[in-house]
């Protein structure tokens, strides 16, 4: 009994520490936010703030239009997700349920896009977008990142169709369903948990973009937040580290807050992707 309750015990401090590590980059962040710039420019940095104040948050909403800022890289990731999402489910059924040598082919394809990097592509997408009139376009930002993530969504949510076994849309099927019928009522509800789990990873990926909202995007009032970010240093790279953590702060939370709300629902649709039946 005794060796079972040490190892438990070696697992849960195992745990502890990993979680500890995980968090130590929001929790230092949230330190640096909190205090004074007497406290930030002293020669020994203190784990917990001295004398904790909210002059560096007020000062970073002052010098920067984080809120407009915001409200862009939320509109951007909303419609990246519902976009996405809305593309790849009914080719994700296809690629799933209609096995052939183009679907293996356009399967290897989503794979071997991921490989691609941002520098490679993102000249010729630039003269694309110019070309379309969508450069410096929340418009135009949203179909780069809808591009994006469709591999990753395509992936996913393949997974998730061949998790749903056919014989149900067989039984719909003798029982008189159409096909709208059963894809609506019987395939659907049994996705529902990697459609959730797809869009907020697009979601995500979308809120957190920089490289190419930093390309894309000249105008102040179009900017997303993680460009707004880079305005709290300076041109010879000295950054306003007061703000410039409360910011960062501020722009973490709402992917934090997401992923704390719906961890359950996202554990369980990367599971059920994961199973073939």
Not at 144 to 163: D, E, I, K, N
């Amino acid at each position: 009994m005794r060796p079972r309750r040490a190892a438990r015990a070696g697992q849960y401090a195992a745990l502890l520490g990993y979680l500890l590590f995980l968090a130590f980059p929001l929790l230092w962040l949230l330190s640096t936010a909190l205090k004074s710039p007497r406290e930030l420019g002293g020669p020994h940095p203190t784990w917990i703030p001295r004398h904790p104040t909210l002059a560096n948050v007020r000062q970073a909403f002052a010098e920067q239009p984080l809120a407009h800022a915001a409200l862009n890289s939320l509109l951007v990731a909303l419609c990246t997700a519902v976009v996405a999402v809305l593309l790849a489910t009914p080719t994700a059924y296809v690629m799933a349920r209609h096995r052939s040598r183009l679907t293996r082919a356009a399967t290897g394809w989503v794979v071997v896009s991921q490989a691609f990097p941002f520098v490679l592509v993102i000249i010729p997408l630039f003269l694309v977008l110019k070309n379309l009139r969508l450069v410096d376009s929340l418009t135009g930002l949203v179909l780069v990142y809808v591009v994006w993530a469709l591999p990753f969504a395509l992936w996913m949510l393949t997974g998730h169709v061949r998790a749903v076994p056919a014989e149900l849309e067989e039984a719909a099927a003798v029982d008189g369903a159409g096909r709208l019928r059963t894809l609506v009522s019987v395939t659907a509800p049994l996705l529902a948990p990697g459609i959730a789990a797809t869009a907020l990873f697009a979601f995500v990926t979308a809120w957190n973009e920089f490289f190419f909202a930093l390309v894309l995007l000249k105008s102040p009032e179009r900017q997303t937040l993680p460009v707004i970010l880079t305005h709290f240093i300076g041109a010879e790279g000295v950054a306003d580290l007061g703000p410039l953590a409360a910011a960062a702060f501020l722009a973490t939370l709402p992917s934090v807050a997401v992923f704390a709300l719906v961890q359950r629902r996202i554990t369980g649709g990367l599971l059920a992707g994961a199973v073939k039946s």
